[in-house]
């Protein structure tokens, strides 16, 4: 009440001053406060007021200040207002509402006779409006208080940053392995923000980086997808708002070994590792045959993250066998099968592919082994030819071998430990290599033979060796064109040779390939 009267009166009182002499109050202001203008920058009689300042949108974040302008010419003449609908904020120099807010900025001359823009010409009556909120959204009028009032409207949009009001998921989210997993967040702003989703150190389960969308949908949930994901609702106003949904998978144990085939020796410590991936963290135990094993003197179970380890202290032939880690959690049971053993790893050929005599060859291989090598098997033919597609194998039946009866075999005593001394790292602490050579003979020229190697130590027989490729060196041009001599004359058959078989191509790796074709041509 009480302001709705001070700006009655002040407003009547302004009215009657400026109609019964306009020109006293033009010449006080100015002589006040810019004593250097003189009378003739100021007193334009009979021009009607004009606004200099045009009516705008201004799009302001919450929180900021804006100044509305409102400039008219001539100066000094007019009572101006400002008022919101119906609400009058301010009226001339009074300030009406009693918002903190809101602040008159008044300059009762021109900046432009100091400054020199003719834009800026005229009275200003700007209206400041400080931390500015959603609800101060709307419409600003300048109102010149002529017999007619004139006036411009300014339209002020509030710019809100962007916040999310609703969260699918507050706690940890846990699913099932399998489920379809649906993750919401909802936002408000203005503009209206969107929405994207990420996930924290990895990318989303569709492969993407990120993707918007209010919400998040993983179809058959599974251990890869548990994590911490992240939506983010973004208008280009402040700081994007930001919201973690934390997924947990739960799952039954999925077991795999590190190496299903451990080889070591008598007085070693052994490890077995299985790679457990379970959801709640799974119970562990570990069994030789069917016997459970406890911590004992002898072994002992470790884990660390995912990693299980049954260590082994001063391994016995005892302990050679079969261990199963068994794995179990709420939602399942997974088992991992691995072999203790202390026979000899898998022989590995280092003799080059390709022999520099025409007759003999001088095979090299070498196996780990702990216990030293009494006994190798070596068997060598003359590589098939694969004229019906067949493939010749070795034929197992009951782990004794069977071999055809082209294969050739030669047993060779082991030539003991060559360098015990220097054991080799991890993965096969204390584990010897040991070196053997052969020179096989009556082979034919420019021939591609194929081998393999068995070793033996206290412990038995190790696995046979994978086929390793070896071929003499070619004749002279003139016996190269023998028939017997087609195994070796690969990719040269535009030079009268007989065409190779497929078969027979198949089985050579194609680098070995060129490095025959290369060496034909050289020679
Ligand atoms: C390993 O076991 C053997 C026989 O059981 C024993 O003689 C030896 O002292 C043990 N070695 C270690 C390091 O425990
Ligand atoms: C270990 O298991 C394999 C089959 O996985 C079997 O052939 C072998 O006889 C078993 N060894 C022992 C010592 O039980
Ligand atoms: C065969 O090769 C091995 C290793 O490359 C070498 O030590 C040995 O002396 C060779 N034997 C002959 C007879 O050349
Ligand atoms: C495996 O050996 C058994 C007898 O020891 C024999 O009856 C069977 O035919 C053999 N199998 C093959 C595929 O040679």
């Known amino acids: 009440m009480h302001a709705v009267f001070v700006f009655i009166v002040t407003l009547a009182l302004l009215v009657l001053a400026s109609v019964a002499c306009p020109s006293t109050r033009r010449r006080r202001i100015h002589a006040q406060n810019y004593p250097g203008l003189t009378d003739q920058d100021i007193l334009q009689e009979g021009k009607p007021a004009t606004f200099v300042t045009p009516g705008q949108t201004y799009r302001i974040a919450t929180g900021s200040t804006v100044v509305l ?30 918002d903190k807010r809101v602040r008159l900025l008044q300059s009762p001359v021109s ?19 400080k931390d500015v909120r959603p609800q101060d959204a709307g419409d600003y009028v300048c109102q010149i208080g002529t017999m007619e009032p004139r006036e411009i409207t300014h339209t002020l949009e509030i710019l809100v940053p962007p916040r999310i009001h ?36 990895n990318v989303l389960p569709s492969g993407e980086r990120s993707v918007s969308g209010l919400s998040l949908v993983i179809q058959h949930a599974d251990r890869h997808s548990a994590g911490q994901y992240q939506c983010s609702a973004d208008n280009g106003v402040g700081q994007p708002d930001t919201r973690h949904i934390t997924l947990n998978v739960l799952y039954g144990p999925e077991v795999e070994t590190e190496r299903s085939t451990v080889h070591t020796g008598i ?12 959801e709640p963290s799974p119970q562990v135990l570990w069994f030789k045959d ?45 088992r991992g099968q691995l072999t203790l053993t202390g026979t000899a790893g898998l022989a590995v050929f280092d003799s080059p592919p390709l022999g520099t005599e025409k007759d003999t060859y001088n095979i090299s291989w070498s196996v780990n082994s702990h216990a030293a090598i009494t006994e190798y098997r070596l068997f060598y033919r003359q590589q098939p030819h694969h004229h ?47 070196k053997m050579w052969y020179t096989v003979r009556s082979l034919h020229p420019s021939t591609t033979y194929e081998a393999r190697v068995q070793a033996r130590n206290q412990h038995g027989w190790n696995k046979l060796s994978p086929i390793f490729h070896f071929t003499t060196r070619s004749n002279d041009m003139e016996n190269m064109v023998e028939p017997s001599a087609q195994p070796a004359v690969y990719g040269i058959s535009q030079q009268g040779m007989a065409p190779f078989s497929s078969g027979v191509r198949e089985k050579l790796s194609s680098a070995f390939s060129l490095i025959v074709v290369l060496v034909v041509h050289l020679f």
């Open 69 to 98: 302008p409102c400039r008219v010419t001539p100066a000094g003449a007019y009572v101006l207002a400002w008022k919101r609908g119906i609400a009058v904020l301010t009226a001339g120099p009074v300030k009406v509402t009693p």
């Open 111 to 129: 900046t432009s006779s100091l400054t020199g823009i003719p834009e800026l010409s005229g009275e200003g009556y700007s209206l400041e409006l």
């Open 166 to 201: 609703y969260v699918s998921h507050s706690g940890p989210l846990e699913v099932l392995q399998g489920a379809t997993v649906k993750m919401e967040c909802r936002a408000s702003g203005n503009p209206v923000p969107t929405v994207a989703w990420t996930r924290k150190n």
């Open 267 to 278: 007085g070693l410590e052994a490890q077995l590792v299985c790679i457990v991936h379970a």
């Open 290 to 334: 069917t016997a459970q094993l406890g911590t004992t003197e002898q072994h002992a179970a470790h884990a660390r993250g995912n990693r299980y380890t049954l260590v082994i202290r001063n391994v016995t032939s005892a302990d050679f066998g079969n261990y199963s880690c068994v794995a179990s959690n709420s939602h399942g049971k997974g």
């Open 388 to 434: 019906h597609g067949h493939h010749q194998e070795l034929i197992f039946n009951n782990s004794k071998m069977i071999y055809r009866n082209d294969w050739n075999s030669v047993v060779l005593p082991g030539a003991g430990v060559t360098n015990l001394q220097i054991p080799l790292p991890p993965p096969f602490p204390g584990v010897t290599r040991q």
